[in-house]
């Protein structure tokens, strides 16, 4: 990940928006980012985490008020864009905003976020997460990228289980865990073999005979279709001569009912032809004059009804008027004093705000007074742990150098362990030869004495020889059943023979040859006896056979059985021999050069020695390790206690000035007036003046716009009653003239008076349609005539007999109903061919890939005994981290001349200290600086090896830590470890206050914490 530009605004201590732009700094792959403590140096890196994340160091992922927390106390608004690119050549950008609600001062709404893709040089929003984007989590990001203040050193001091977690994570290690994976398809294998078998049983009765049989039924119902079609075809034409001359009759009893029924609404069509002519009249000649009248009377009454409004309204805005008059004389004074107003309640607040200041200012001083000394007395603190501590090393290194070697006693102690193992082993092994041996000599024995009770013995030939003898014997019954089948249905036709003989009479013609004289007649005494006997012999054949087949069976069950068995004894002698192998070799390799093969209790005994003596090491490290914490972390709450020093002495100058400030300010009123007023009543009365100054203001100016708006209001009531009132008397003289021309006209006219008219009109005659339905009556009754005489013509002569229709009707539907049934039938026929055809290649090809799913079955269960536990994956884990070690240990050695050198003991980082003799010791037995260095060296080599990872051009490394921990000389030897990335294409950002950093790094930004502004970045170029 490269950066390329962020902007902040209303974070911590950033009140107004500050942008950076890493191009230049990244330029020269080093740059610094400077600034006294508390300027605001590590909010760069939780501004970039919060984009990324939504997550930092602070306030975690959003718990515990954190959006107020983060927000300025000065800001309304909170804003982060962060723009980078990404290993794969990508830009984004991801933004975070924020706003303080207007009502609640101590709310902050949620957190919006955006995230954005470049494409075609437009900003397009992506779903894609930073995690996704960057290849790393929140917590590996800041162990890897930006690393803040606490983490630096994580790595070093990780857990094993959270170092590989961590290991996995980045490197992706999860690939080669590839048991579970071959597990599943071993799983899916067999779900597939069970599919394909259950399959397979849905097809055992599907076969190429049943397939031709409904081939030959199919060929049968078309034979049978084609006759019925022929009978349907001549039945179905006497049909529609039927319907044809049943239609005709139905035809002429609706026209002859139609006539009749036209013939009776004569009358009523020639009233209807008087009705239209009087509508027609009325409609031309009265009814333009009664509307007219009518309208003009509505008229009338309406600008009654409107004048009598107007007067009503105008004597209401008057009153209204009177009133608004006399508030505006009272609020108007108010608003003309308003100013002298304001200036008081101004200089109340600040008066307030002096008082809280000196408050403030006091409290501070007592704070500073206290943490000076806290300062001092951590200092002498410090000095006796030191003391304590150099001890305790001395100590260790006295244990260490009188612990004797216990290389030989480990690697013994190993030979012993395994070669009980190897002995369990052989016996293990030995056990299951002689088991598998027995279960083979059972089933063998078995096999035989069903065969000996078979009347098949063995006789030396071999299982194999004795079950096909079974086999022999069987076939040999078979042959002998059908030849006795054959003598019996012989000696059946001679009885049926004798029974005609029986019935022969000489001079009688015989039934068979047709001879009247019959010299020889059979025997049936004889030919009895014989079938009787050959009966007997096939039942005691049926039951021999019987008997054979189920021996059959069985011995086809014991032989598959002894056949496993032997395959198994098999395996298990190569595997004793194999066993009894390695435990001669093993004893062969026994590694003893001070101690006896049979002196195991003597090597325990030393063992023993050795493990108390590193356990008297152990607790001594433990002591000094206890110590080196507590001085790290006094030394760490001296920084903290002289840091917070050095910030109550700039908020003490700052309230300072604040208060001269607001002083000088003071026009109106005197301070010492005030210096004893409660702040309650200061704020109370000042709220009071500006409450009533506004709303003055409010009032005053509604009540001006008010006023004017309703001495309008009354000038137009009064114009408009004046024009409605003429209105009027014009409405009222055109109704009366219009009322007299009507009365004329109805007068001159055939109609006894406008109530006669009133009645016709009221009617609402529809005069067209009217019209139209007369000429469709005639239309109509002319047809019907027509249609009448043309049918009488038709049906003379011709009868209609309903029987016979309806007796053609059943032959043609039985015989439709018939050839349907036998379509019908064979469409299911030709179905079941189609399935049939089908089923025979999806049965020939699921048998086909059952045998590949069982042979692939069969190689996926090697694989996943290959791949059984996570010891690759574990393998390549302890891989990387050696390389890891290594990569580290190219800077380490350099940064501490040579004297010490990181190492792993079971994936656990020790050191080995070259000035005590080149002995190991842990980690954690490192100083502070020291840490640092080691922690510096692993971080670098973990950046490279996610840059190589994410196959990044250029990589990026934030460091905000340890720079105060070094002295002069590892902090120049740190500064050169840091300039030689420039030559690996490395970009490295440090954040430090430290000022030997500040005069080496040249390209750098500067934090400074304005009183007013915030926060403000300054750039070295600019």
């Keep these: 990940m490269l950066p390329l530009q962020l902007k902040i605004q209303g974070i911590y201590s950033y009140r107004e928006e500050q942008t950076i732009d890493f191009a230049t700094l990244t330029q020269g792959q080093l740059f ?34 954190r959006n107020y927390n983060m927000m300025n106390l000065k800001s309304d608004v909170l804003s982060v864009v962060f723009d980078f690119r990404a290993g794969n050549g990508s830009d984004y950008r991801f933004s975070v905003e924020a706003s303080r609600n207007s009502k609640n001062f101590e709310k902050v709404k949620t957190f919006q976020r955006a995230s954005y893709v470049r494409q075609a040089g437009e900003w397009v929003p992506t779903a894609e997460t930073a995690e996704e984007i960057i290849g790393l989590n ?15 050193s994580e790595f070093l001091q990780l857990t094993d289980a959270k170092r590989s977690e961590m290991m996995q994570e980045i490197f992706q290690l999860d690939k080669y865990d590839l048991k579970d994976a071959a597990g599943k398809i071993l799983s899916r294998q067999k779900d597939l073999i069970t599919g394909l078998e259950g399959n397979l049983l849905s097809y055992e009765d599907i076969s190429e005979d049943l397939l031709q049989a409904t081939k030959n039924t199919a060929a049968e119902k078309q034979k049978e279709q084609k006759a019925v079609a022929e009978n349907l075809e001549k039945a179905q034409a006497d049909l529609r001569e039927a319907e044809k001359l049943q239609a005709v009759f139905a035809e002429m009893k609706t026209a002859a009912g139609q006539l009749e029924k036209l013939k009776a609404e004569e009358q009523k069509y020639a009233d209807l032809k008087l009705q239209i002519k009087q509508t027609r009249e009325c409609r031309e000649k009265f009814l333009p004059l009664t509307e007219k009248r009518d309208g003009l009377q509505n008229d009338t009454a309406a600008g009654e009804k409107e004048y009598a ?159 096909k003898q079974l086999e022999t014997e069987k076939e040999r019954v078979i042959a002998e059943t059908e030849a006795k089948q054959k003598a019996a249905d012989d000696l059946r036709l001679h009885g049926k023979l004798e029974e005609f003989a029986a019935k022969l009479h000489e001079g009688e013609p015989c039934p068979v040859c047709g001879a009247t004289e019959h010299p020889q007649l059979l025997d049936s005494e004889e030919n009895l006896k014989k079938l009787t006997g050959i009966e007997a012999d096939i039942e005691q054949l049926k039951k021999r056979r019987e008997q054979l087949t189920a021996c059959i069976r069985q011995t086809d069950s014991l032989l598959a059985q002894a056949k496993e068995q032997y395959s198994h004894l098999q395996k298990k002698e190569k595997e004793l021999t194999e066993k009894e192998e390695n435990e001669r070799k093993h004893r062969a390799s026994f590694p003893g050069k001070t101690f006896k093969i049979d002196e195991e209790e003597k090597v325990k005994a030393a063992a023993q020695r050795v493990k108390e003596t590193e356990e008297r090491i152990k607790n001594l490290v433990q002591e000094e390790k206890k110590i080196l914490l507590e001085i790290k972390h006094t030394e760490q709450k001296e920084r903290k206690s002289a840091d917070l020093l050095a910030s109550i002495k700039t908020t003490l100058a700052a309230k300072n000035s604040e208060k001269e400030t607001l002083l000088r300010q003071l026009k109106v009123l005197e301070h010492k007036d005030f210096v004893t007023a409660a702040a309650t009543d200061l704020r109370q009365e000042a709220e009071v003046i500006k409450s009533k100054i506004a709303a003055a203001e409010r009032r005053y100016e509604i009540l001006d716009k008010e006023i004017d708006a309703l001495r309008k209001e009354i000038n137009s009531l009064a114009g408009q009653m004046k024009q409605t009132a003429k209105q009027n008397d014009t409405l009222r003289k055109k109704a009366a003239q219009t009322e007299k021309e009507l009365a004329e006209k109805i007068a001159a006219s055939d109609y006894a008076d406008e109530s006669a008219v009133q009645q016709i009109l009221a009617a609402r005659l529809d005069t067209d349609r009217a019209e139209n339905d007369c000429e469709m009556y005639n239309d109509n009754f002319k047809k019907a005539e027509a249609d009448v005489k043309r049918l009488e013509i038709l049906t003379a002569g011709r009868v209609f007999d309903a029987a016979d229709f309806a007796e053609k009707q059943a032959q043609a539907e039985k015989l439709n109903t018939e050839q349907k049934q036998i379509i019908e039938r064979i469409g299911e026929l030709k179905n079941r061919i189609k399935e049939l055809k089908e089923n025979l290649e999806k049965k020939a090809e699921l048998e086909k890939q059952l045998t590949a799913a069982r042979l692939r079955e069969d190689n996926i269960k090697i694989l996943f005994n290959l791949f059984s536990g996570k010891k690759f994956v574990d393998y390549i884990s302890s891989v990387q981290l050696q390389n890891l070690c290594n990569a580290a240990n190219a800077r380490f050695k350099k940064l501490t001349n040579e004297r010490l050198r990181l190492e792993l003991d079971k994936n656990k980082f020790i050191v080995r200290d070259y000035l005590n003799g080149g002995k190991t010791r842990s980690a954690r037995t490192l100083s502070g600086g020291q840490t640092f260095q080691a922690s510096l060296s692993l971080a670098l080599a973990l950046a490279e090896s996610v840059q190589q990872q994410n196959r990044a051009e250029q990589n990026f490394f934030f460091l905000d830590e340890g ?60």
Excluded at 35 to 62: H, N, P, W
Excluded at 138 to 152: A, D, L, M, S, W
């Design 963 to 1022: 720079f105060g921990t070094q002295d002069k000389q590892s902090l120049q030897a740190v500064f050169e470890a840091l300039k030689s990335l420039r030559k690996e294409n490395r970009i490295v950002g440090v954040i430090s206050h430290v000022e030997e950093l500040q005069q080496e790094i040249e390209v750098n930004l500067q934090i400074k914490n304005d009183d007013e502004r915030g926060s403000l970045v300054r750039e070295s170029w600019a």
């Design 32 to 65: 610094g980012i400077f600034g006294a403590v508390g300027s605001g140096k590590s909010t760069i890196l939780e501004a970039m985490s919060l984009a990324l994340y939504d997550k930092t160091e602070r306030f975690g992922s959003g718990s515990g008020g």
């Design 309 to 467: 409004r107007q007067e009503e309204a105008l004597a209401e805005n008057e009153k209204i008027s009177e009133v608004k008059n006399a508030e505006y004389t009272d609020v108007k004074a108010i608003y003309d004093t308003r100013e002298a107003a304001k200036n008081r309640a101004e200089e109340l607040l600040k008066i307030l705000k002096i008082n809280d200041l000196e408050e403030e200012t006091q409290e501070c001083e007592e704070r500073l007074r206290k943490g000076e000394s806290m300062v001092v007395e951590l200092r002498k603190q410090v000095k006796t742990k030191q003391a304590e501590a150099e001890k305790l090393t001395a100590a260790v290194e006295k244990a260490n150098a009188e612990k004797p070697d216990s290389t030989e006693l480990t690697e013994l102690q190993i030979w012993y362990a395994e070669h009980k193992t190897c002995g369990k082993e052989v016996q293990r092994v030995r056990g299951e030869r002689d088991a598998a041996d027995a279960a083979y000599k059972a089933t063998t024995t078995g096999f035989k004495t069903v065969l000996e009770e078979a009347g098949c013995p063995v006789n030396g030939g071999g299982l194999k020889a004795a079950a």
């Design 138 to 152: 929140y917590e590996n990001f800041h162990r890897t990228v930006i690393i803040p203040q606490g983490k630096f």
